[in-house]
């Protein structure tokens, strides 16, 4: 059970702190519920694998109550940050810079503050096809029949930026909006030709297609990626290792920084407290993708697109990271 925060110096002693004040009473407006949800992604994403780890090493380290919340991942997951339906959220710093911009998916429903825990690891655009397709570059994708995530996800808003860059359309396509899972069933059916995937590496899902199918991770370079870079300066270059999917070389393809998040409602000591226990469990959590590994806590007060919540950033400062 969740303890109210105080900000007398008893409250440092208590063994469970809040990690949300009580709903029905003051504070500035602090949210308060015993149960702590983190909002993730799909449940054969990253996401959902790294938060149910974190979700354990709250209930461990502080003796929380946390739901685990599957999700359509990035766009999906501000929007319940913003409207008080959880209380973490890993986002990618695109869908940030667009929200709090207004564009996008967030035209209509700009968000004014996101508030960050730190940055995790690099999310890989990831378009995925198979050797039977015949398929080897972007351009052989025209006319073809293609998933771009879940209609709104961090994915999708990947996807119409690539498609983009690359002086396509999506009317140039057979667009379908697919969750990871769907979208490799339908490649294994024959009934699609690729799917964009972006997450940590490797994902889940294409390794469920490799097991079948010869995978083809198309290159993502030439004046496209230029073009992306340019545009947009948290985009980073990277190359997908060849053993990742048991392709026949490595790929250069473009990453995206993810982010947690928190809501700005939390009381600085919880987002202390919630910061503390993520960065400093690292090893423990590596258990749960591999993808943690490449989470670097020197560097992870460098989130570029929004501020720190406030116990955040004491968390970096009493490290000496910020």
Partial sequence: ML?????????????????????????????????????????????????????????????????????????????????????????????????????????????????AIGALYDQYIQVVTTEKTGIKSFDDLKGKRISVGDANSGVELNARSVVKAYGYTYDDFKVDYLSYGDAIDAMKNGQLDAAFFTSGIPNSAVSDLATTEKVVVLPLDGDGAKTLLEEHDYLGEATIPADTYNSAEDIKTLTIPNLLVASPELTEEAGYEITKVFYDNLDKLESSHSSVADIDRDTAADVKVTDLHPGAKKYFEEEGLL
Avoid: H, M, W
């Fill in 3 to 115: 303890k109210r925060l105080r900000s007398t110096a008893v409250a440092a002693a208590v063994a469970s702190i809040a990690l949300v004040a009580s709903g029905c009473a003051g504070g500035g407006g602090e949210k308060g519920t015993d149960i702590l949800t983190i909002a993730t992604g799909g449940s054969s994403g990253v996401y959902y694998q790294v938060g149910a780890g974190y979700a354990k090493l709250l209930k461990d380290t502080l003796d929380s109550d946390t739901t685990v919340q599957a999700t359509g991942a990035s766009v999906e997951n501000l929007t319940l940050i913003e409207d008080g339906n959880a209380e973490i959220a890993f986002t990618q710093a695109d869908a940030v810079d667009q929200a709090l911009k207004g564009e996008g998916p967030f035209e209509d429903k700009q968000i004014d503050e996101i508030q």
